[in-house]
């Protein structure tokens, strides 16, 4: 298992050292390149898991919620971004890359602390660039983080009547 998880982390490592190469060195840019890169090492770990279907699920769940929140919330103060443009509010960047770190961290790292670190790290960096760039505030970066957290913590491996019975507190 131990081989497993490291060979994991190296080719994690290159992944992300092979995305900050071929990307254009700006915080920005490097921000939208890692946005795509987590989500990819994720569903790269889910195919190796045999949990693709359930990844691509969970990812289409999360990416719809954040595009509803902004076509929902319109023209009000809190969907506008600090570069004066709209539907901001989540930050769809930083939900994106959330969502990949943590099924990284969860599933794929073996409870190495290096690997769910690196995750997490990049996946803030991505926060942070969308703050950089002024294309979001705090709050839809904090929001955003939030949802791709929680996008690919919900609904993990649970049957729809197992949710079901746990929203409506029978047990699960």
Known sequence: MKTVVNLRFALML?????????SPKQIEKLGDSYQIALP?????CALANGQLVDFSIRFASQWSVV???????GAATINQRPNGRGR??????????????SYIATSC???????????????????????????H???QVL??????????????????????????????
């Open 67 to 73: 595009q509803s929140s902004k076509s929902l919330l």
């Open 14 to 22: 290159v992944a992300l050292f092979g995305t900050f190469m071929i």
């Open 88 to 101: 901001g509010m989540p930050s769809g960047h930083t939900a994106t890359a959330f969502f990949g770190a």
């Open 143 to 172: 929001l955003g983080a939030l949802v791709g957290w929680l996008g690919d913590r919900a609904f993990r491996k649970i049957s729809p009547k197992a949710w079901l019975r746990r929203v409506l507190g029978r047990g699960g």
């Open 40 to 44: 990819m090492i994720g569903l790269g």
């Open 137 to 139: 505030d705090i709050w």
């Open 109 to 135: 790292t073996g409870g190495n602390i290096w690997m769910k670190s690196t995750t997490y790290l990049t996946a803030i960096f991505v926060g942070g660039s969308r703050i950089e760039a002024k294309a």
